[in-house]
């Protein structure tokens, strides 16, 4: 019969950090720092997670009345998912420097706060991130998450600006976690990306996608097409390209799936492959995402996952940030996918 008994080998995401050969900074895997910080993450996800799935019930919807460095109405949940993920980072002691969508200039921690009486350790971590990524879609239930990204403080630094403005590759974690039918979190530390789901029955991430590897290639392009008229022309001939497969080819048309939540289009062309974009074109000269806590993070974890990420011209983890909300132009997905798309920017 198929009844296996359940697993009493229960990998979370801490023991998983800890002991199953994650290649941590070296410094840190001494001291266990990125474990205690990606705990305190953990937890933060574990708190916005319980928000977000009783958000209509306990009437958190709708706009808080203030907007956000983005211009954006700011949801309830925003604000209170970036107060969250904020003292949760600072009470780590394990943080320098904290970098959020929703904050127009960056935190340094361990300054004294106004009206706080506590002084908070400082570590030697940066981290960028954008509390609840696709926020415009909470009233909608559509899945939304958390998206981070850590820097460790270049030597010497005790925690300035300079150490945010750095290009993706210098980062030594990224990942997001996803509020949907259940809570996924996906990770790297640079050897590689693992998936965890949250089991609220003892409230601890499970490792249920080991070594998440993208196809090489696959049958879906995620994009806004409603954008088209604003398209550059590499763009315009790459779709195309996969819409209108030439004649005699054995390719088939790809599918098209666009979900409008980052976290939600990523995730999945990191589990089925595929290409996802979001181009810079006449109307937004730099495209829509943003750099630091967007681009980079998804970026380090599609090419841990075997993938490639590109504006179209250049590696995403090779730019050189100067402002800490820019935007980037991204496609990332299957290597097959993502070089199709390149060439077309090469033959202009
Ligand atoms: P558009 C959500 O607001 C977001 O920042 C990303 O999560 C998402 O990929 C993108 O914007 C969607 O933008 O213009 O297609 O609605």
């Known amino acids: 019969d198929d009844y296996s008994p359940p697993s009493t080998d229960i990998i979370t995401l801490t023991r998983h950090v800890l002991n199953d050969g994650f290649n941590l900074a070296k410094s840190s895997a001494a001291s266990g720092d990125l474990t205690i910080l990606l705990a305190s993450l953990q937890t933060t996800c574990k708190f916005i997670e319980s928000n977000v799935r009783k958000a209509s019930l306990i009437n958190l919807i709708g706009a808080a009345g203030n907007t956000n460095v983005q211009g954006e109405?700011?949801?309830?949940?925003d604000v209170l998912s970036n107060e969250i993920m904020i003292n949760a980072l600072r009470a780590s002691g394990k943080a320098a420097v904290l970098v959020s969508e929703e904050n127009d200039e960056a935190i340094f921690v361990g300054e004294k706060q106004s009206g706080s009486s506590f002084e908070t350790n400082?570590?030697?971590?940066?981290?960028?991130?954008?509390?609840?990524?696709?926020?415009?879609?909470?009233?909608?239930?559509?899945?939304?998450?958390?998206?981070?990204g850590i820097y460790l403080v270049k030597d010497g630094s005790k925690g300035d600006l300079s150490d945010v403005l750095r290009p993706g590759k210098e980062m030594v974690a990224a990942g997001y976690c996803m509020y949907g039918s259940s809570a996924n979190l996906v990770l790297t530390t640079g050897n590689g990306v693992n998936g965890y789901t949250l089991d609220n029955q003892i409230g601890e991430f499970i490792l249920t996608h080991p070594n998440i590897r993208l196809p090489e290639r696959g049958k879906i392009y995620s994009i806004n097409e409603g954008n088209s008229a604003y398209y550059h022309e590499p763009v315009l001939k790459y779709l195309d390209s996969i819409k209108f497969p030439k004649e005699g080819s054995s390719k088939k048309p790809y599918s098209a799936r666009y979900i409008g939540s980052m976290v939600a289009d990523v995730h999945r062309t990191l589990l089925y492959g595929g290409i996802f974009g979001y181009p810079d074109d006449k109307k937004s000269k730099s495209g829509k995402l943003r750099m630091l806590y967007e681009a980079f993070p998804m970026s380090f974890l599609t090419e841990q996952a075997g993938g490639v990420a590109t504006t179209g011209t250049q590696r995403i983890l090779d730019i050189q940030p100067t402002e800490i909300h820019q935007r980037c132009p991204v496609f990332l997905g299957s290597k097959g996918d993502v070089e199709d798309l390149m060439s077309f920017y090469k033959q202009q």
Not at 134 to 139: A, E, P, Q, R, W
């Open 122 to 148: 400082k570590g030697k971590y940066c981290v960028v991130f954008d509390p609840l990524d696709g926020s415009s879609n909470i009233d909608a239930g559509v899945n939304i998450g958390t998206i981070f």
């Open 73 to 77: 109405d700011q949801k309830k949940l």
